[in-house]
């Protein structure tokens, strides 16, 4: 079965700083990423997906993630924060030949002036 | 570009109502499902519709819910007699058919049962 656990619930950065959000997932099969952003009040926006090609995966919005099978993670990083990179991010997982997304409970990004 | 809406935004009920959400995916899109979000709580898979019928659905996806395609554009998920549990924000997303799988959703109906 799959599953997906992020790390943090919260994180708290800086304007300008490196933003790292954690996720490992569990899946029996090759399986297929995203991570997906959600704003006060708005619906769940893709960011970028990893789909077995490139395991550095970049998306909109100046993030990128790496899949990484031997740690069985991908990570969600962002060189600069910006004020409205602030959300919820959640990490999702689906295996092959299965159209359900797994979600993560999501981590709340906030970032400081 | 298209998106995918639903309405209402917001939900009042009370319990042991019928509600139904509807949803109107992007138009050349094939697959539709239903999610929901329990405040506090993970997104959870509720339902996949292909080709007129249910595809897949969660131990969730009781008898008491339903989904349905009534015409070319909406797609409505039915409760027929809510509960305080039933409570939660339900998304509506849809995709192609193929290798991508992208889903793409709608911005949320509050479901409020009291």
């Known amino acids: 079965a799959q599953s997906v656990t992020q790390l943090d619930s919260h994180v708290s950065v800086s304007e300008g700083t490196p933003v790292l959000l954690r996720c490992n997932y569990s899946?029996?099969?090759?399986?297929?990423l995203f991570w997906y952003v959600q704003h006060p009040n708005k619906g769940l926006q893709l960011l970028l997906k990893?789909?077995?090609?490139a395991t550095l995966v970049k998306g909109i919005n100046g993030f990128e993630a790496e899949f990484k099978k031997s740690e069985t993670s991908f990570h969600l990083t962002k060189p600069s924060a910006h004020m409205s990179d602030a959300a919820e991010y959640f990490c999702?997982?689906?295996?092959?030949?299965?159209?359900?997304?797994?979600w993560g409970l999501g981590t709340s990004l906030a970032v400081n002036p | 570009e298209p998106e995918v809406t639903q309405t209402p935004s917001h939900q009042v009920t009370q319990m042991g109502q019928e509600v139904i959400l509807r949803c109107v995916p992007i138009?050349?899109?094939?697959?539709f499902y239903w999610y929901r979000q329990i405040l506090g709580q993970k997104v959870e898979f509720l339902v996949s519709f292909y080709n007129n019928e249910i595809s897949e659905k969660s131990e969730i996806f009781d008898d008491q819910f339903s989904v349905e395609r009534p015409d070319g554009s909406n797609f409505t998920l039915k409760i027929r007699s809510t509960k305080l549990e039933d409570s939660a924000m339900y998304f509506c997303?849809?995709?192609?058919?193929?290798?991508?799988?992208?889903?793409?959703f709608g911005p949320g109906t509050r479901l409020t049962v009291t």
């Open positions: 990893y789909t077995s090609a």
């Open positions: 999702v997982v689906r295996g092959p030949g299965n159209r359900k997304l797994i």
């Open positions: 997303a849809s995709s192609e058919a193929g290798s991508s799988y992208e889903q793409y």
């Open positions: 899946s029996s099969y090759s399986p297929s």
């Open positions: 138009s050349n899109h094939l697959y």
